[in-house]
């Protein structure tokens, strides 16, 4: 006890206790990895993917693999970690090509533009810069602005505070003159002046199978590096090559080799190392696997750190400018691109990319609206403002999963990378074919698995809506979004199922099978909603007549001549054989069935999970007589 005089005796506080160590889930028993694995082996075993006698690691059938072989398992612990990824704004940049990350200012919202009209392209612009926009990608000369009216276009922007990204394909040269010519008219200091000029011609090169000289372009980097610091020259676009169909390594190897050719051609320019890959911006495509979207971004800054390391540099970050996948847009159900873009945004925004641009959901249709742009930037804003997004940096990283496919993707990408350093080069390998070759092997597995439904489209091949009304959109401009002759091949992941439904739609009435239900409504509605959807994938209209006492005599009042039969295995086993001769009987050309194949001499074919669903699809509308 203490007394201070004048006052009651108080008692001294007591030290506070040592707190004890927190141990998170301490009241839950510790579990190891082989109790986890006997649970997964009695799911698997329930559900007839092992039986009994299974020896093998449970955890094997439950491994997913990328079109790059990964191997992607279902549980990642701290036996998994990775080492080396750094810190953000150091070498090898894996976290962030910036100490600070995006914290302080967002990523650059970078919207994109590609009208022939220069008044419709400065009032489009003007509205994105109002809603938030932070910078302008800019199609300019064919399929875009004329190079002569780009004043006219960035008409009351400010270029020094919203920067320009220039996509002029071979015209480079005078676009970037007309743009240095709108600095000087506005009186912009050269140190004050921000853009990217966009010279591409390797990109060139894989659009139109025609070869563009590489001489060109570094001279004007050499020029520019030395009269406007903040202005960059040159892009190395990886959008040719993901479009072709490639995957994310293939797509990383060519883009980080078309960054070496680049970077071999301006320090014969007379640039240094550090200097030639500052006039870099590297454009890779964003989707809506938003795991591998991060790993993509996050294993880029680590190649091209190593390629400047060994180029004799100090390490540079990586300028990134992310698009949300051209690829994986759809033109039916143009709506749910809306959430396929978001979640790329969120990959790329949490992978790091420095700019993203979120392409509008109709991009697949035609030229944007001003609702579609609208929603586009708000994508941004919504990330940005409300779900703090960039608030932290990289806040993917120490993931064992992330972390671990980062290691993998970028491993792989490498290997593809000094494949084609070791042919000779991205050019020699755009040349020879060899490239090509290998994208059009990746893009048949993904076709492939387009077809079986493997790789679901929501709202195209899955969920499709057929009574949904087109959205109709002015064309766009020839030269950009439609490609040209020659060079990669331009894919979207829905062309195959959205080709059969405008066969479809063009027919003068609704093609349609019926669907002849066995047992009760329990026993055949899955197999009748799986079928149904099936059909409607390809623009067919599934007759359900739900469970009518006899489904012949309901087939034969319908106007259709193929019929399918959906029911339980126990209704197939006791029906189906003798429903579907009597379907023949009453002029069926086909009977399908819902479910695995099976011993019925009257079944022309089977519907089920994995089948080729394009194959039916087109088998049926053929034999429907839709042209």
Known sequence: MTEVAGTESVPTPAEPAEPDELVLAAEFPEVSREQWRELVAGVLRKSGAIDEAFEGLPESKLVTRTYDGLEIQPLYTADDTIEGTGFPGLPPFVRSARPEGSVTTGWDIRARHARREA?????????????????????????????????????????????VTLDAGEAYEAAATALFELFAEREIPASAAAATLGADPIGLTARTGEAYPLAPAAELASRVAVSHPQVRTIVADGLPFHEAGGSDAQELGATIAAGVAYLRALTEAGLDVDAAAGQLEFRLAATADQFLTIAKFRAARRLWARVTEVSGGKGSGMRQHAVTSPAMLTQRDPWVNMLRTTLACFGAGVGGADAITVLPFDAAIGQPDAFSARIARNTHAVLLEESKLAGVIDPAGGSWYVENLTDDLAKAAWREFTAIEAAGGIEAELASGALAARLAET????????????????????????????VVRDPFETGTETGTDGGLPRHRYAEAFEALRDRADAHPSRPRVFLA???????????????????????????????????????????????CLCGSNTSYA????????????????????????????DVTGYLYAGCDALEVLTGTLNELGVQ
């Open 443 to 470: 893009w048949e597995k993904r076709s492939k698995r387009l077809a079986t439904r493997r790789d679901p489209i929501t709202g195209v091949s899955e969920f499709p809506n057929l009574t949904e009304k087109a």
């Open 517 to 563: 239900t066995l047992g009760p409504v329990a026993a055949h509605t899955a197999r009748a909603s799986f079928a149904a959807n099936l059909f409607q994938a390809g623009g067919i209209e599934a007759v359900n007549p739900g469970a009518p006492d006899d489904v012949v005599a309901e087939f034969r009042a319908g106007d259709t001549k193929i019929a």
């Open 119 to 163: 008044k419709a392209t400065n009032t489009a612009v003007l509205a994105d810069l109002e809603g938030g926009v932070s910078s302008i990608w800019l199609r300019v000369g064919a399929g875009g602005v004329p190079v002569a009216e780009l004043a006219d276009a960035l008409n009351e922007v400010y270029v020094e505070l919203a920067p």
């Open 574 to 601: 006791e029906e189906a054989a003798s429903v579907a001769k009597a379907l023949k009987d009453a002029g069926a050309t086909s009977v399908l069935l819902a479910g695995k194949p099976g011993d019925y001499p």
